[in-house]
């Protein structure tokens, strides 16, 4: 590596940064897995399955309707907007 200069080369960055990746993906799941370990050993393991598959359901639910509920088109606001004005007018 060159680090007498100080810089690092694009292909040297690139190995570093993948090590580094690695290494917090090795790390993360072995966290993960010692808190599964552990999950499974406790005695609710299916009360705290059903809520987590709840928890999951809910969170599922409000990702669809943030994304897949289609907003009204602008002209047809603009015609409701229009059509209540008229409507206001008449009175």
């Known amino acids: 590596m060159t680090r007498e200069t100080g810089r690092l080369g694009l292909d040297e960055q690139a190995v570093l940064l993948a090590a580094g990746l690695a290494d917090l993906a090795v790390s993360t799941a072995g966290t993960a897995f010692g808190t599964l ?29 943030r994304y897949a509920t289609v907003p009204p088109a602008h002209l047809e606001i603009l015609a409701r907007h229009a059509l209540a004005r008229r409507t206001a007018g008449d009175d």
Do not use: F, H
């Open 37 to 65: 370990r552990g999950l499974l050993r406790r005695s609710d393991a299916g009360a705290l399955a059903a809520e987590a598959e709840q928890d999951l359901t809910a969170r599922g639910r409000l990702v669809l309707d």
